[in-house]
């Protein structure tokens, strides 16, 4: 490895760190500021009806009209943690989010078409209800560690509703706790991920072309689970991969492993899950991509 390459890897560290410290601290003082206003007593009520599929449905529906990346999704999960959320519902939540929201559908039929954009959304939305609800089944909600911030309790939201100086003051204080807890996680996550991004050579994916898409689809999948994608970044960049030939199933594969889930978010969740969940939630989103792209082959889209 020269000393250009270091020097890329550097540049982009500091500019991954940067932009993920300043989005996950806006984000998580966001939504502690709103914490207090949202109902979720209502929201828990309705989640936790005995009609599991819209329960689950709502969770989904959750991360559909949540517009954030894999990593910035951590702050709202914590917060869902801490109001006591049913663990399938935080789980489909943490699928969903990263994969559906409004803009990404919107530019994904920009350009891909309109059925192209149906499939993946419906392929997407369905196959987290099916992860959230098959996690919860087999127990895998006895590896979620203690996240609880301070503070968090309704008498707290009322006095903080009735009082924005105290509701901005808690939300500094939670905030920070909640930052001082990951940002190490952080930090080590992009330096990996600019390791990746910097020193992987670009041919590989477009080499990977040429072979047989059955065999390329799960090596796609693994390709794009330690990457660190957002859709509405990513997605126009497959423009020029697709013209070079690289086939539309093996790049769904690809988009839907680097999204659902990134080097950098498996590395916050292990502040958040213990090992075993964590392992569960890489391989669940390696399945969704795989299996997504092997539904694109099948249906033969071109």
Known sequence: MNDAVILKILLEFF??????????????????????????????????????????????????ITPFCSCSTIPLLVTMINRKIPFQIVMTYLFSSPLLDPWILGLMYYIYGLKIT????????VFSMVIGYVLDKLGFAR???????????LETDSKRRKNIILNIKVSFKETFLLMKSVVVYILIGAFIGAIIKEAVPTTLLTSLGDYNQW???????????PLYIRLSTMLPLTNALLAGGFPLSP?????????????PEVIMLKSIFQNKLVFAFVASVFLMATFSGYLFLIMNFK
Not at 50 to 61: D, P, Q, R, S, Y
Not at 118 to 125: C, E, H, K, R
Not at 257 to 263: F, N, R, V
């Open 15 to 64: 500019s991954l760190s940067k932009n993920l410290l300043i989005l996950f601290f806006l984000i998580s003082l966001l939504v502690s500021f709103l914490e207090p206003y949202i109902p979720f007593e209502k929201l828990e009520k309705w989640m936790t009806t005995e009609n599991l599929l819209i329960g689950n449905f709502a969770g989904a529906l959750l991360g559909f």
């Open 118 to 125: 149906i499939v993946y959304a419906l392929v997407t939305f």
């Open 143 to 153: 590896y979620v560690k203690n996240v609880v911030v301070d503070g968090v309790n």
């Open 215 to 225: 065999i390329i689809i799960p090596i796609a999948a693994i390709i794009g689970v």
């Open 251 to 263: 790049m769904m594969a690809l988009l839907i492993g680097g999204a659902g889930a990134s080097l």
